[in-house]
């Protein structure tokens, strides 16, 4: 038994897809296939991340310890790789996206992560 509760990660991910539907929709009233290049840049930050979280915090306890070092390798290889597969496949499927606003939407979600993240675990 454990007294240290699992952190409520599922809510960061929750908060950064609420916030990139608010900007993706102020965002479609100026150009379509901007809002939809912010959406997909977001989405790779998020989905990989919120499986890493996933992974990363499965167990707990002392007793654990070899199967949370096992997750967090685990989860950080499959965070890089669905990472990787996911630009790969929006470059491959999409012609018409603004792949710059893909890429700055992939990195302004992550300061946003880290300040919902501090901001849920206090």
Request: hydrophobic share 60%; net charge positive; aromatic share 14%.
């Amino acid at each position: 038994m454990t007294t240290i509760s699992t952190p409520p990660l599922y809510k960061v991910a929750l908060y950064q897809t609420l916030i990139l539907l608010i900007v993706g929709g102020f965002l479609v009233a100026e150009n379509a296939v901007l809002a939809i290049s912010v959406l997909v840049g977001g989405f790779i930050q998020i989905g990989p991340q919120a499986w890493f979280a996933r992974q990363a915090f499965k167990y707990t306890g002392a007793t654990q310890v070899n199967q949370i070092v096992r997750a967090m390798y685990w989860g950080e290889s499959g965070k890089i790789v669905l990472t990787a597969a996911l630009f790969v496949t929006c470059f491959v499927l999409w012609d018409q996206l603004n792949f710059l606003a893909v890429f700055c939407a992939f990195i302004v979600m992550i300061p946003v992560q880290w300040i919902i993240t501090l901001r849920v675990l206090r």
